[in-house]
């Protein structure tokens, strides 16, 4: 078992109300049973991981039981928190000021925490946060503005903030390769391949519950795109949950498909009064444990 030690700073900020303006976020955590597409959630699991009006936003699990996420603070600013579900505690990784930092996420190599950073002058670049508490390090000196990323052998694909928006993969110092244009929010390496997935905006398909996008498919190693059916109507976030299996959620609902299946089907629902539309998600086998991003309902 992978074990990090962070900094024993206590999450103050979970308990206080920001003023930060915009939609406040809250991360639900539930109980999953079964594997790949036999997944299912336990009725009535759901509990509220964060609760408070504020954004706590962007879970990614790092190793068997700790989670980052980002979280704004009372004054606005957005830190990296991590969560161990083992001591059920909240621990700052990082606590800044003069800089917000964003969808967080374990390197391949292991020994960062990255972070989408926008820095003092609004510059948006990957950050990386050593294990250890070293001194953060730039990735990217002259990639940005970054909006999003994955990994794939090590390197960055990212989403580049343009009109239009771009898909990139710094291949090497000065050989950037383009991938795609017009992409959503969602890079996700598909598990034990050589595919960056993510939903294109080129000509969505329109159905009673939202516009469906396609997933399409980026082979590192062929250097070819692909198509990987439509994305489910009215939802724009996806994740993996093996080689196999794709999850989106659209209002208090979670569904998955099998990637080469044009069905998704309903695995459950989230029975929370005080919240709605899920959007980003994180899924540990290991606990299995289905962390949710939902919206809080002003009351």
Known sequence: MRKFIFLACVFLAISFTSSFAQTAFDLVVVKTEGKGKNLKIVPGSERLLTDRDAYDNQPSF???????????????????????????????????????????????????????????????????????????????????????????????????????????????????????????????????????????????????????????????????????????????DFIWLDKNTLLMGRGNQVFSRKWNENTWNEIGKISIDSHQNITRMAYSPDLDVLVLVMERINQ
């Open 62 to 236: 790092i190793n068997e039981y700790q989670m980052v996420f980002s979280a704004a603070d009372e004054d606005g600013n957005h830190d990296i928190i991590v969560y161990n579900f083992e001591s059920e505690k909240f621990t700052n990784l990082t606590k800044t000021a003069d800089r917000s930092e964003f969808s967080p996420s374990i390197t391949e190599c292991g020994q960062y925490i990255a972070a989408v950073v926008m820095e003092s002058d609004g510059t948006q670049r990957i950050w990386l946060y050593p294990t250890n508490f070293g001194e953060p390090e730039l990735l990217y000196d002259d990639i940005e503005p970054v909006g999003y990323y994955d990994w794939y052998d090590n390197k960055a694909a990212m989403f580049i903030l343009g009109d239009p928006n771009q898909l990139v993969y710094a291949q090497s110092r000065g050989n950037i390769l383009m991938l795609d244009e017009n992409i959503g929010r969602s890079i996700k390496r598909r598990p034990r391949t050589d595919q960056i997935t993510y939903l294109s905006q080129d000509g969505p398909k329109e159905f009673p519950e939202g516009s469906a996008f396609e997933l399409r498919a980026y082979d590192m190693k062929g250097k070819n795109r692909s198509t990987l059916g439509l994305a489910l109507p009215g939802s724009g």
